[in-house]
Nanobody, 124 residues
Framework: QVQLAESGGGLVQAGGSLRLSCARSSRTFSVYATGWFRQAPGKEREFVAGITWPAGVTYYADSVKGRFTISRDNAKNTVYLQMNSLKPEDTAVYYC?????????????????WGQGTQVTVSS
């Protein structure tokens, strides 16, 4: 079982930055990849970024490439999403998710564990 807890959301003006954190606890030594997703009102949950374990290969949605950076701190068992040059269309609830195995799926249905989400609001 893996518990995930996001933090770091908030209200920011367009062009600003936020850093989201996903703290992960696990009682097993299984391999998990981590993904960040977001869901805006009335829209489907969409893939934002992901990082494989243990290689740390990163993947991004085209809409955030060059603006967002996913990283991890192994010692803290935490994955981060640094979001720069934020736009109003980035407004959504952001979720982190974990999946067994080394690959990063882009479909939310393929993930095994989810956090509770954190709201990000970007004002124009």
């Amino acid at each position: 079982q893996v518990q995930l807890a996001e933090s770091g959301g908030g209200l920011v003006q367009a062009g600003g930055s936020l850093r989201l954190s996903c703290a992960r606890s696990s009682r097993t030594f299984s391999v998990y990849a981590t993904g960040w997703f977001r869901q805006a009102p009335g829209k489907e949950r969409e893939f934002v970024a992901g990082i494989t374990w243990p290689a740390g290969v990163t993947y991004y949605a085209d809409s955030v490439k060059g603006r967002f950076t996913i990283s991890r701190d192994n010692a803290k068992n935490t994955v981060y999403l640094q979001m720069n040059s934020l736009k109003p269309e980035d407004t959504a609830v952001y979720y982190c998710a974990a999946v067994r195995g080394g690959r990063v799926p882009r479909k939310y249905e393929e993930y095994d564990f989810w956090g509770q989400g954190t709201q990000v609001t970007v004002s124009s």
